[in-house]
């Protein structure tokens, strides 16, 4: 049975940093491209960030690029999101997906084995 549990989040202010954890058991993060995807009330989820299973190889949604990083620890079966700059556009709850779909971050993702979510406000 796969368990994805998530950490961090909270409130900030803007132009603060915060950083998501997401710890999963029964799947290995290694064989999987996993990642990040956001819902603010009222909005769809969107995908923020995905990495490969293999070679590390990153995708950002255009509106987090260059504030966000993904990254992931196989040996700890762990995925972090580093999150700088936080606008107040950034305030959604955030989930990870243990399984992208695929071990590429493909276009359009089939998300799997989601985390509990986790609550990022970011005050102006």
């Known amino acids: 049975q796969v368990q994805v549990v998530q950490s961090g989040g909270g409130l900030v202010q803007a132009g603060g940093s915060l950083k998501l954890s997401c710890t999963v058991s029964?799947?290995?993060?290694?064989?999987?491209?996993v990642g990040w995807f956001r819902q603010a009330p009222g909005k769809e989820r969107e995908g923020v960030s995905c990495?490969?299973?293999?070679?590390?190889?990153?995708w950002y949604g255009d509106s987090v690029k260059g504030r966000f990083t993904i990254s992931k620890d196989n040996d700890k079966n762990t995925l972090y999101l580093k999150m700088d700059n936080l606008e107040p556009e950034d305030t959604a709850m955030y989930y990870c997906?243990?399984?992208?779909?695929?071990?590429?971050?493909?276009?359009?993702?089939?998300?799997?084995?989601w985390g509990q979510g986790t609550q990022v406000t970011v005050s102006p």
């Open positions: 990495i490969s299973a293999h070679f590390g190889r990153t």
């Open positions: 997906a243990a399984d992208w779909g695929a071990s590429t971050c493909i276009a359009v993702p089939v998300p799997h084995h």
């Open positions: 029964g799947l290995t993060l290694a064989d999987y491209a």
